[in-house]
T-cell receptor, first 112, second 116 residues
């Protein structure tokens, strides 16, 4: 089945630093989604990408859909303490009826 | 607009007992998903409904798990009997429909199940 490799597994950064995380797949995806999950809550959608090469921003967040359609990255600029959480990438292959495949998550810790 | 609602938020049971979870999707969303999220992992799809029909249940352990969405709105997920390895967060999500653009899934807060 489809698998996503997300890296890094965890990051410890200082407030104000920029953050970058990425996802790679063995299969082509038609849609990439990035979610954030806070403790005790469900994932919240941050950014959705629908075209290869697409670069999309949402405030301090920027994500790109890789040209090969097998990867995506998420950047967070000028991190703040509330950025703490687990970030998941998710891909939709198009052949599976709406099914999303999730990465293992990146745990982000921001020190004030 | 109200989000995806789930209940209960927490449940503790002993192995071999039964448990049921409830989900109410966002109004107008035809597609409903149940995911299992084990600690330290990403969500894994258990079952997907389109209206009240099952679209994908290939990863649902059907010997112990069942789910229904009788009127195409609310859904229940049941585990009977529960095993220790079923301890996880069970997430419900909904989307307009797989063919809709954008096809974005919105998640509820989840039910944290602990099996002792």
């Amino acid at each position: 089945g489809q698998q996503l490799n997300q890296s890094p597994q965890s990051m410890f950064i200082q407030e104000g630093e920029d953050v970058s995380m990425n996802c790679t797949s063995s299969s082509i995806f038609n849609t990439w989604l990035w979610y954030k999950q806070d403790p005790g809550e469900g994932p919240v959608l941050l950014i959705a990408l629908y075209k290869a090469g697409e670069l999309t921003s949402n405030g301090r967040l920027t994500a790109q859909f890789g040209i090969t359609r097998k990867d995506s990255f998420l950047n967070i600029s000028a991190s703040i303490p509330s950025d703490v959480g687990i970030y998941f990438c998710a891909g939709h292959g198009g052949t599976s009826y709406g099914k999303l495949t999730f990465g293992q998550g990146t745990i982000l810790t921001v020190h004030p | 607009e109200a989000g995806v609602a789930q209940s209960p938020r927490y449940k503790i049971i002993e192995k071999r007992q039964s448990v049921a979870f409830w989900c109410n999707p966002i109004s107008g969303h035809a597609t409903l998903y149940w995911y299992q999220q084990i600690l330290g992992q990403g969500p894994k799809l258990l079952i997907q409904f389109q209206n009240n029909g099952v679209v994908d249940d290939s990863q649902l352990p059907k010997d112990r798990f069942s789910a229904e969405r009788l009127k195409g709105v609310d859904s229940t997920l049941k585990i009977q009997p529960a095993k220790l390895e079923d301890s996880a967060v069970y997430l419900c999500a909904s989307s307009l429909s797989p063919g809709a653009f954008p096809n974005e899934q919105f998640f509820g807060p989840g039910t944290r199940l602990t099996v002792l």
